[in-house]
């Protein structure tokens, strides 16, 4: 069974306050481990430093330095109470504080009444006084079971206030050789001192937020196992696996700070935000199309079904191009719901979040979803839509992203996407919305699992990819020189070129990459450039037959570098000494005039011409059309909306546009490229770059 604990902020008035004139002690706290936390209370004027310009966060703290500061972060004013205690004095310069926050209740003294001012705060002590100032701000929590070895030490009194603490976040505890401690009895620094009071400010200056933690009975581990049995993916077209240690960052909620914007995959998509009308409109849908002014329309959706105002405006933003898509924009149809001429129209359609916007036909089959859900004002649209979205994704227990990627109530299936990162992804739009609004709640809702791994450091990004050792020890060469990558993709830097005909060791696969070993190096390099056989390099240029080579579009815009052993210029498309024309230095770039069979014509930067084999170029901007069951369509522009203007087989070359530093021109997902004369565009899931021919 589930447990779910909550806990409820609620508003703080802020406060004006004057900062603290001593100078930053840089000697003391440049570079600190509590720096930031440091620098966060003095900016606050809760911390002050010392005569010398110092701050000392590796000093302990005393129970009346520490009742100082808690009284300046409440703001509380002071009480003109009665002294309770024999070992303080009016003159003392903690007298105030101490006679202010005992009247306030947040803290008391021993036994003969005596308070011992001078004596370091426990951490437990400090835990009680910090539960008791956010009992004072109305702040409640529901208490976490606690995961310390040395619970057992921790004197009853203080039990509470601890497991409390522990399920906002505030305190944690203290990792010693593999176990979590608590350390009731350590003394604090004035360093954890202050990472411990940004923690506790957060939580009062939170306007509404609600945090909901789910416990699952059985361990993270397990949850690992088997998601990595479902192909999880690095990328968003699916093309690599990711690693095992991948998949348990993004899994691992400890992993993700409530103070981030990757915290809203946490984000209960049942609840409503509550919102303010007149804001949402004059903030978030100001000048956005015919979403402009809708914001009653996405209060009333989330009020119908239970969803999320913000999530819902995300995704009709996202969907629609701000308001401004075809769909979005209003489509013309017939009484049958058939798109029509605009005149020859008895109703026009809206469209906001792209149900039955299928690739094939985009702009009928979204406006017959409409048509047949009677979708005919952008109000209309919007709810409607909502209703769909709330069926099949929130209501049907998947209510955060974090659970519609990851299910953790049946860990693998069902789940909505297979890109580890896609929960992080979603959030980026919500965050942007929420960023520009002043009135709202937060409902989060948290997993927690059995044996739940602490935040650990995102895996460096060559080891975001799993390696498939099916082939592992396999020795295979290289079929042209070949870039040899820290990763599996050209993005990764090069390691060394590996020369045409090298024999390397195969480590594993991903992708169509391959992990190899290679004279004491090891890296990754593109499988379509690798092959079991071996063969003569010169006689593979000599005797190997001529390749017709599918290519759209004349090469005019095509260019590459020269490689090789060295990079010659002959007369004609044919090997021999008197045919050459000069010797160019590797790497001299080039553009290329002509291509017939496997020798490329090519110019350098005087326009000195000549033939070399297409082993020796290594291009700059060459696409291929991958293996797709069906043909690629070139469309007019970078939408699925876009006219298509034309389509290709598969295994079909393309010569992309650039800029003019050679990168490739792209408007999101999408690469231009030259074909019949103009510059048209293709999806970026369906080509890839290459830089010879084969």
């Not at 002590?125 to 004072?136: S, V, Y």
């Amino acid at each position: 069974m589930k447990k779910i604990h909550k806990l409820l902020c609620v508003p703080v008035i802020a406060v004006t306050i004057s900062l603290p004139q001593t100078a930053y002690g840089s000697s003391d706290l440049k570079g600190h481990y509590f720096e930031k936390s440091m620098l966060s209370l003095i900016e606050k004027g809760i911390i002050d430093g010392y005569s010398d310009g110092s701050y000392r966060p590796d000093r302990l703290i005393t129970r009346a330095e520490f009742t100082m500061l808690l009284v300046r972060a409440l703001h509380l004013p002071v009480t003109k109470a009665t002294n309770p205690y024999k070992d303080i004095d009016q003159g003392d310069w903690y007298y105030e504080a101490i006679v202010t926050a005992t009247s306030n209740n947040l803290i008391g003294g021993y036994p003969g009444n005596v308070f011992r001012p001078n004596k370091s705060i426990s951490r437990q002590e400090m835990a009680a006084m910090i539960k008791r100032a956010l009992d004072m701000k109305g702040v409640e929590a529901e208490k976490a079971s606690l995961p310390f070895t040395d619970t057992a030490q921790i004197n009853q009194m203080f039990i509470g206030a601890i497991e409390s603490l522990v399920a906002l976040q505030i305190i944690a505890g203290k990792e010693k050789q593999g176990e979590l401690y608590f350390a009731p009895l350590d003394h604090t620094t004035r360093g954890e001192m202050s990472a411990i009071f940004n923690r506790m400010l957060k939580q009062l200056d939170d306007e509404k937020l609600t945090i909901s933690y789910t416990e699952y009975p059985y361990d993270f581990k397990e949850m690992v196992d088997i998601q990595v049995t479902r192909t999880p993916k690095v990328d968003g077209a699916g093309n690599f696996i990711a690693s095992r240690s991948l998949v348990e960052y993004y899994a691992n909620p400890n992993n993700f700070s409530p103070n981030s914007s990757d915290y809203l995959q946490f984000l209960d998509l049942s609840k409503q935000t509550l919102l303010d009308t007149n804001e949402i409109n004059s903030k978030v849908l100001n000048n956005k199309g015919t979403l402009s002014g809708q914001a009653a329309a996405f209060i009333n959706a989330g009020k119908a079904y239970n969803v999320n105002e913000i999530y819902l405006m995300a995704h009709a933003l996202h969907e629609t191009g701000n308001g401004t898509s075809t769909l979005a924009s209003g489509i013309p149809v017939d009484e049958k719901g058939n798109v029509v001429a605009k005149e020859k129209a008895t109703r026009t359609v809206y469209n906001m979040y792209g149900y039955g916007a299928v690739d094939s036909n985009p702009i009928n089959g979204g406006a017959k979803y409409a048509f047949q859900n009677k979708w005919f004002s952008p109000a209309e649209a919007i709810i409607g839509g909502a209703k769909d979205i709330a069926d099949n994704y929130i209501n049907d227990g998947q209510n955060t992203l974090y659970k519609m990627r990851w299910n953790p109530d049946s860990p693998g299936y069902p789940q909505y996407a297979t890109h580890v990162r896609w929960a992080v992804l979603q959030t980026s739009k919500m965050q942007e919305i929420y960023s520009l609004l002043d009135s709202y709640v937060l409902h989060f809702e948290v997993p927690s699992f059995q044996k739940q791994p602490n935040a650990a450091s995102l895996p460096s990004a060559e080891e975001h990819y799993n390696v498939n050792t099916n082939r592992e020890g396999q020795t295979m060469y290289t079929t042209a020189n070949l870039n040899l990558r820290v990763g599996p993709t050209t993005s990764f830097n090069i390691i060394k070129t590996l020369v045409k005909g090298s024999r390397v060791s195969i480590i594993g696969e991903n992708g169509g990459w391959y992990k190899i070993s290679v004279d004491g190096n090891s890296g990754w390099v593109s499988g379509n450039y690798l092959s079991s056989n071996q063969y003569n390099i010169l006689n593979s240029i000599v005797d190997s037959p001529s390749i017709e080579v599918p290519i759209v579009n004349s090469a005019d815009h095509l260019f590459g570098q020269l490689t090789g052993q060295p990079p010659i210029l002959y007369k004609e498309p044919t090997i021999s000494d008197d045919n050459i024309v000069k010797e160019l230095p590797l790497q001299t770039d080039v553009a290329v005039l002509e291509i017939k069979g496997d020798w490329l014509l090519v110019a350098d930067q005087e326009n000195e011409q000549g033939w070399v084999h297409k082993d020796n170029v290594m291009l700059g901007n060459l696409l291929k059309v991958q293996d797709i069951n069906t043909r690629l369509h070139i469309r007019e522009t970078p939408s699925l909306e876009g006219k298509v203007i034309g389509s290709l087989e598969p295994s079909v070359y393309l010569v992309g546009n650039t800029t003019s530093d050679g990168k490739p021109i792209k408007e999101g997902a999408w690469y231009q490229v030259f074909y019949d004369g103009a510059q048209v565009w293709v999806h970026e899931d369906y080509v890839l770059f290459h830089d010879t021919l084969n």
